[in-house]
T-cell receptor, first 110, second 119 residues
């Protein structure tokens, strides 16, 4: 079983839709979490950090559920420019190891 | 501009011909790391460095070497490249080591990527 798992998708949604991705992690020692966005053939860029129970940044909301060991990313009012791959990342505090999920691909259609 | 610069961006080479992919950051970051990204496998860590002269293996270090003689540079060396090392490579850095508690200190900044093809 992978340490950080994501549904690879693709998720195909119309403009304006609300879409949610889940990411599960297997190591209960994971302490810090992030969502990165990666456009095709480009470098990943930080979208959001998730340090506590969750946080919101405009149309994007990240939630952390430590009991069930998953984090989620909610995108409201999807834009065409949101089309990308979203990478979930977990850091294990005791090893300092950073683990990437495979990514979830989102395609927003007009 | 704060950035991570890696070169070359694209390279086609042949089996066995030694090559080096350079990585440099101008943010005075302690932590640097190399990843490779392959379809269906996601990002996998090759080597990382917590600070100058300190390097450690990641998940897929075989066939690679690194060095950290200066804080800003972290070159990736393929002594004898093979076709299974054909991949997209990313260098990344963060202010402090991964696992540090300081909020924001372990956010990674990535280079633009180096696409390597080994024939």
């Amino acid at each position: 079983r992978k340490e950080v798992e994501q549904d690879p998708g693709p998720f195909n949604v119309p403009e304006g839709a609300t879409v949610a991705f889940n990411c599960t992690y297997s190591n209960s020692a994971s302490q810090s979490f992030f969502w990165y966005r990666q456009d095709c053939r480009k470098e990943p860029k930080l979208l959001m950090s998730v340090y506590s129970s969750g946080n919101e940044d405009g149309r994007f909301t990240a939630q952390l559920n430590r009991a069930s060991q998953y984090i989620s990313l909610l995108i409201r009012d999807s834009k065409l420019s949101d089309s990308a791959t979203y990478l979930c990342v977990a850091i294990t505090s005791n090893t300092g190891k950073l683990i990437f999920g495979q990514g979830t691909t989102l395609q927003v259609k007009p | 501009e704060a950035q991570v610069t890696q070169n070359p961006r694209y390279l086609i080479t042949v089996t066995g011909k030694k090559l080096t992919v350079t990585c440099s950051q101008n943010m005075n970051h302690e932590y640097m790391s190399w990843y490779r990204q392959d379809p269906g496998l996601g990002l996998r860590q090759i080597y990382y460095s917590m600070n100058v002269e300190v390097t450690d293996k990641g998940d897929v270090p075989e066939g690679y070497k690194v060095s950290r003689k200066e804080k800003r540079n972290f070159p990736l060396i393929l002594e004898s490249p093979s076709p299974n090392q054909t991949s997209l490579y990313f260098c990344a850095s963060s202010l402090s080591r991964q696992g540090a508690v300081r909020r924001g200190a372990n956010v990674l900044t990535f280079g633009a990527g180096s696409r390597l093809t080994v024939l």
